[in-house]
């Protein structure tokens, strides 16, 4: 994979964790948590796609407790939303789009690691949409939530399937660096267009 | 293993996570979930049982992401109970049955798939149990209820709990394929019985 | 490790083990749960946190699964709170400090199984905290509350994470037998201190 392209990926990946973890910051804020709340809603809404992932594939610790910029990213986001509180118009814009970058790249990622790891395009895709998707599920059941994604909303899991799809077609191809970011612009641009045009699932 | 015995056991097991999508699917009905929410309940219903035992066993990528039959199945399930609601006397009469036939063939592959892994009796019996009974948890809890199991219901846990015991007395005497056979009938069984009976638990 | 330090954190260790199923048990009969919802607490709550942990290691099947002293001990707990109601001062007065030690001996035991499988200090106090407070955390969940450790309580999860920093110490130094009991010893002790002078997180 060349060096700029690498670059690009890991950016967008701790964004979203960033972003994921501010998110959980603005609802532990809501509810009222003390610090650990703070910090566990980052963490689970940052890095519980992956580790889930991880531990789904079984083959070895999950990333996010041996690459340790990623706990880091989601504790100064927790950090950040304890000691300010996150809303107005700059977060309400870029939120969305931050989110969209996340679940594309993590759906991209995470279909990739399934299909190095020699699992097949089913499992790549699952794995994928599981990855981009997984973190928030376990924040909303913590919360005591039905979680999002079942319905009510503009496409998400949708497009986090097609990103993994994407990629599954670029790796057949061959072409990873370029699957993975294509798949990454696919899974973001269709979370945001159907967000902007209110497209939901029947 | 024959491959008659292991024909029958293959059905057994396919049926019961066709009946549990096919009730993963009813529950989203109910809750106006949209075809995701239809998907990730039908898997969850079927197949959540299975890949907690393969996680806690850590010997391996869950079967579920491996052999493709498996979520096939529980999307068919999701799409039929997706495109026409499913109820009337046919499923009320059909459903107890292959959901007990489920119940007795996964607490003794469950328990049959520890013991050939090394591990002992009362692993076994436990993960038998959590293999029949695991699913139905995480899905309760998807929907923020509490789990159906703990409570107020007529035998569940115990008959996959017996069936556990059932396939490691079979296995002691090296009759797998009898074991598997007769766990599946002991635990459909006593669940059948009991639901008939109104039995339940202290 | 010389025997007699060994022999005080296994009882220390089962101590909790057992007050934790107590618990489980205590919170089963105040929602009228039949004899399965007193053990799937108990082992939830007493066994929880170090089945997580070892999920997360992903370094073979769980220790509570392997050495079944612990599911016992559990069972046992959950057969005494279902005959005998637990209650009364005696339960009121030692509960606290069983549970205390029961942290402080888990993050301290947690770290050091982290560290000795090569993962670094980060992950080591994360993982700590997990196996100290993870099974209450999935108790809460299947009881349908929000997780108490999110806030609103005495320091719980703080006292872990300094029980589990404390190993890490005493690891770097060589002093693994010392390391487990004085990291019990600082997160027991943190624990009734904030407990009986009522800090609590901002």
């Given at each position: 994979m060349n060096d700029a392209a690498m670059h690009v990926l890991r950016v967008t990946d701790l964004s979203g964790v960033l972003a994921n973890a501010l998110l959980g910051g603005v609802l532990a804020r809501a509810r009222g948590f003390d610090l650990v709340g703070f910090a566990v809603l980052a963490v689970v809404s940052g890095l519980g796609g992956g580790i889930i992932r991880d531990i789904l594939l079984q083959?070895?610790?999950p990333v996010a407790l041996v690459d340790h910029t990623y706990v880091l990213t989601a504790l100064v986001g927790a950090a950040v939303a304890f000691l300010v509180p996150i809303r107005g118009r700059a977060w309400e814009r870029s939120f969305p789009v931050l989110d969209a970058l996340a679940l594309g790249c993590w759906a991209a990622a995470g279909a990739q690691k399934a299909l190095s790891l020699g699992l097949e395009w089913p499992a790549a895709i699952a794995l994928g949409a599981i990855t981009a998707a997984g973190g928030g599920v376990v924040r909303d059941v913590l919360l005591r939530q039905?979680?999002?994604?079942?319905?009510?909303?503009?496409?998400y899991v949708t497009p986090a399937l097609l990103a993994a799809g994407t990629m599954v077609l670029f790796h057949a191809a061959g072409q990873v660096t370029a699957g993975l970011l294509v798949a990454t612009g696919v899974g973001a641009g269709l979370t945001l267009l159907s967000h902007h045009q209110g497209w939901r699932l029947p």
């Open positions: 083959k070895g610790t039905v979680p999002a994604v079942f319905g009510g909303n503009t496409l």
